[in-house]
Nanobody, 129 residues
Framework: HVQLVESGGGSVQAGGSLRLSCAASDDTHSSKCMGWFRHVTGKEREGVALIYTAGGVPIVADSVAGRFTISQDKDKNTIYLRMNDLKPEDTAVYYC???????????????????????WGQGTQVTVS
């Protein structure tokens, strides 16, 4: 049973920084596509960043490029989202995601509204004022 446990988030003033963490359970495959999505009430869930744990260039949405960084600690089976220069429009619930193995880890997966088969963390609120 896949579990994704998130931590981090909170409230911060504009220009501030936060770091989110997501620990995946041990029964996940060693090579997997994981990432972060965010949701604002009334809008579709939006892809923020993806990382393929076996290597490759991380994928970051244009709206956060240069401010957000996705990384991983393989030993801990954990991914991170470092968020710098936060803006009020970054306010959302952030979800950690594990993509199914039949989904290619690329910009299309990040942007697609088809999120069927994804596993999700519990979500963590980020508020920027």
């Amino acid at each position: 049973h896949v579990q994704l446990v998130e931590s981090g988030g909170g409230s911060v003033q504009a220009g501030g920084s936060l770091r989110l963490s997501c620990a995946a359970s041990d029964d996940t495959h060693s090579s997997k596509c994981m990432g972060w999505f965010r949701h604002v009430t009334g809008k579709e869930r939006e892809g923020v960043a993806l990382i393929y744990t076996a290597g490759g260039v991380p994928i970051v949405a244009d709206s956060v490029a240069g401010r957000f960084t996705i990384s991983q600690d393989k030993d801990k089976n954990t991914i991170y989202l470092r968020m710098n220069d936060l803006k009020p429009e970054d306010t959302a619930v952030y979800y950690c995601a594990l993509l199914p193995r039949d989904r290619t880890c690329n910009v299309y997966a990040l942007r697609s509204s088809d999120q069927s088969g994804f596993w999700w963390g519990q979500g963590t609120q980020v508020t920027v004022s």
